[in-house]
């Protein structure tokens, strides 16, 4: 017997929740989900602010430094890329399993897979455009794009190698 786990509609679940999730957040405005407030509560007293400080690099024409953004906003510039990478690397790898239970070949799976992930990608960037006080970026469709390509990536080289060295 198939374990639940091993189901497609546990990955479909999985994909139809991230997507209401990211939908539910692009409609929020910077404000109101900036998480600055709680940052300077729990790190009152910027710990490593010091050996961040060197770090400075541009982003979507914006200077990403705590010099230009401040301690609290530069650490949440890296919590929000990293939400974008890892919420997307669940959508893709979950897009994938849910193709490739129906598909059974690995690139065709991770090709529709990607493709998806990133087209909804590209969809939130537009809906934060339609919503005040975001930015909408290029650049965050990519990192998305390459969330969910690592997620697949990371699918076929278990399908396609890891399983078989295991029989």
């Not at 541009?58 to 939400?83: H, L, Q, T």
């Not at 893709?92 to 493709?115: D, P, R, T, Y």
């Not at 960037?125 to 969330?147: A, C, I, K, Y």
Request: hydrophobic letters at 50%; one cysteine or more; glycine letters at 6%.
């Amino acid at each position: 017997m198939k374990s639940k786990l091993s189901q497609p509609k546990v990955y479909t679940a999985i994909a139809i929740v991230i997507m209401i999730i990211l939908f539910y957040s692009s409609s929020k405005t910077y404000t109101e989900q900036s998480s600055v407030p709680l940052l300077q509560k729990w790190l009152q007293s910027e710990p490593f602010a010091s050996k961040l400080q060197g770090i400075m690099f541009n982003y979507g024409d914006s200077e990403v430094s705590i010099r230009a953004m401040g301690y609290f906003k530069f650490v949440e510039f890296f919590i929000r890329k990293a939400a974008h990478f890892f919420t997307f690397f669940i959508l893709g790898g979950s897009l994938f399993l849910v193709l490739h239970s129906k598909l059974k070949q690995s690139i065709w799976s991770l090709f529709f897979a990607w493709f998806s992930a990133t087209g909804y990608a590209a969809m939130d960037e537009f809906h934060q455009m339609l919503t005040g006080d975001r930015t909408p970026l290029f650049q965050d469709v990519m990192l998305d794009s390459m969330g969910a390509l690592t997620a697949c990536v990371m699918l076929v080289i278990y399908f396609e190698f890891g399983r078989k060295q295991s029989k």
